[in-house]
Every structure is written in structure tokens, then in C-alpha cells.
Nanobody, 126 residues
Framework: QLRLVESGGGSVLVGGSLTLSCVVS????????LAWFRQSPGKPREAVAT????????NYADSVKGRFTISRDNAKNTMYLRMNSLKSEDSAMYLC???????????????????WGQGTQVTVSS
């Protein structure tokens, strides 16, 4: 069983930055990707960024490319999401996830992700 715990959310002004963290504990034997998703009320869950367990493959949603950076520190069992130039439309609950992705081009789909955290809220205001 895998446990994911997010932190780092909060309120920030438009143009500001935040760094989210996701601590991963337990066995990762049935997973090969970690990911950040976000969800707002009334909207479908949206992939933000993904990273392979080895860290060599990263994927980003078009809406965050050039502004967000996903990374992981294996020694700390922690994944990060650095968010710069935040926009009001980035406001959402951010969730980390872990799963088994068969093809890299499917990494931004929620289907492969079996394990989910509880989320951390990000609010961007002007």
C-alpha cells in the first residue's frame, strides 16, 4: 500500500510562486510514475505534470509549460511541484498520484493512477 501526503498549498497573488510537496511512503513496486493533478469545483480532474520514478521522463500540461517544474528527491521520498507566474485559473485542489503507466503518452491521463493523496488547496487571487 502506498500513502501520499501533499503540503505547501496556500493563498498567493497573481504572478507569485508556490512549491508543493508530496511525501511518498510505502511500497512503490506496482507504480512507475508520479503525477500532480488538480481539480476545481465543477471541473474534471486535470493532469498538471508527471514524472517517471527514475526522474528521466517528465510531462506537462500545455497550460503550465514554462511555468511549473516537477521534480523528485528519491532520498527524501518526496516529489515537488514548483509553480511560478501563477494565474487565477491555477486555483484548485492539487493532488499527487502514483500509478503504473504503460506508455509515456498516457501519463497525463488519470486512469493509470491507482494511489491518490488528499490534496492541498492553492488559491491565486489578484
Amino acid at each position: 500500500q502506498l500513502r501520499l501526503v501533499e503540503s505547501g498549498g496556500g493563498s498567493v497573488l497573481v504572478g507569485g510562486s508556490l512549491t508543493l510537496s508530496c511525501v511518498v511512503s510505502g511500497s512503490t513496486s506496482d507504480t512507475n510514475y508520479l503525477a500532480w493533478f488538480r481539480q476545481s469545483p465543477g471541473k474534471p480532474r486535470e493532469a498538471v505534470a508527471t514524472i517517471s520514478m527514475g526522474g528521466g521522463r517528465k510531462n506537462y500540461a500545455d497550460s503550465v509549460k514554462g511555468r511549473f517544474t516537477i521534480s523528485r528527491d528519491n532520498a527524501k521520498n518526496t516529489m515537488y511541484l514548483r509553480m511560478n507566474s501563477l494565474k487565477s485559473e491555477d486555483s484548485a485542489m492539487y493532488l499527487c498520484a502514483a500509478g503504473a503507466v504503460v506508455r509515456d503518452e498516457w501519463a497525463l491521463q488519470p486512469g493509470p493512477y491507482k494511489y491518490w493523496g488528499q490534496g492541498t488547496q492553492v488559491t491565486v487571487s489578484s
